[in-house]
């Protein structure tokens, strides 16, 4: 059992940047994929982005491109994203997700975070 709690989401002016953070109770995160994924109210969970557990895939949301960057620390069990350049629709609740490979999929991912929301005001 993987436990995921993220930390770093708050309130920020559009154009601004955050950085989220997740840490993980599984001393073998570097074996497990690793992501974001995002759901905004009253929408469906959206896959935000996402890292092999190997780190030779890195995949993101074409409305995150560019602007946000996902990487991991396995000798610290620890996952970020770094949110630049941040929009109004990009408010949401964040949470980080484990599982045994990367998935753009919500179904696909077995472990979840409680979530951090990020709100960004225009």
């Known amino acids: 059992q993987v436990q995921l709690v993220e930390s770093g989401g708050g309130l920020v002016q559009a154009g601004g940047s955050l950085r989220l953070s997740c840490a993980a109770s599984e001393r073998t995160l570097s074996s497990y994929a690793v992501g974001w994924f995002r759901q905004a109210p009253g929408k469906e969970r959206m896959f935000v982005a996402g890292?092999?557990?190997?780190?030779?895939?890195?995949q993101y949301a074409d409305s995150v491109k560019g602007r946000f960057t996902i990487s991991r620390d396995n000798s610290k069990n620890m996952l970020h994203l770094q949110m630049n350049s941040l929009k109004p629709d990009d408010t949401a609740v964040y949470y980080c997700v484990a599982s045994s490979y990367l998935s753009i999929e919500s179904v696909q991912w077995h472990y979840w975070g409680q979530g951090t929301q990020v709100t960004v005001s225009s």
């Open positions: 890292i092999s557990w190997g780190e030779r895939i890195t």
